[in-house]
């Protein structure tokens, strides 16, 4: 016989722990979706430990596993509706689109939003195949936490007949990262300490402690990224 109680339980824990993993799942940040959106991503989560559960405990009762899946499934496409009719809802229940860099220069406030540090940017860059910051016009963290860029015009993809005069990209080692100046960058690069600090005040700087990011080549170019809490792109996400 059906106990409607034990439905009534788990129907209810259903429209309550969802609501709750997703607050969660956001305040966790866009590394921890993977390449799913956020509520596409819980409803996997939920399917699979519902039906796990359903398999590794023969007590629990079929009956309310199948309740439970097509709850979830309902939640599910009711809440897809409202994301569609109503804008603030679904910027409730997904990420944004945040924009991270912007003409080579790291948008830091923005960065932390995203749960991202400049080691991961950096990762993503070079899985991209791009070696500096300063060859990003825009860098985007959508909302399945991937990143998308656009190269400045010089580092985008050219005709054969352009490739001859266009110069070759060299690999930029981390020089300061949040402050830090890492040593055994200038050893490698034969540079010294004090060089270093000449060209910081050609751009502005008294302290290596005021930089969040500088790079440099093999050629010996400094590239230092100048954080910005100012929004100077268009917030056409919003």
Not at 78 to 98: D, W
Not at 199 to 218: C, H, L, P, R, W
């Amino acid at each position: 016989m059906v106990d409607f109680k034990d439905l009534g339980i788990v129907a209810l824990r259903i429209f309550t722990i969802l609501p709750f993993m997703i607050f969660v799942t956001l305040y966790m940040g866009k590394r921890s979706i993977g390449e799913l959106p956020v509520f596409d991503f819980l409803v996997v989560l939920v399917f699979g430990s519902v039906v796990g559960a359903d398999i590794a405990d023969p007590d629990i009762k079929h009956i309310h596993t199948i309740v439970a899946m097509i709850l979830i499934g309902i939640l599910q496409k009711i809440l897809t509706k409202m994301k569609i009719s109503s804008r603030k809802i679904g910027k409730l229940l997904s990420f944004e689109p945040t924009v991270v860099i912007e003409n080579g220069q790291v948008l830091k406030e923005d960065l932390k939003k995203t749960g991202y540090t400049i080691d991961n940017i950096l990762m993503l860059l070079r899985e991209k195949e791009v070696f500096s910051l300063q060859d990003v016009e825009i860098g985007i963290i959508e909302s399945n936490g991937s990143l998308s860029i656009n190269k400045i015009p010089p580092k985008q993809t050219v005709t054969v007949e352009d490739a001859g005069v266009m110069k070759r990209t060299s690999l930029a080692f981390p020089l300061i990262v949040d402050g830090v100046l890492h040593t055994g960058v200038l050893e490698k690069l034969n540079v010294e300490e004090k060089w270093v600090r000449k060209e910081m005040q050609k751009e502005g700087f008294t302290a290596i402690d005021e930089v969040f990011y500088a790079s440099i080549n093999v050629r010996k170019e400094i590239h230092i990224v100048k954080t910005s809490d100012i929004h100077t792109y268009p917030h056409f996400f919003n």
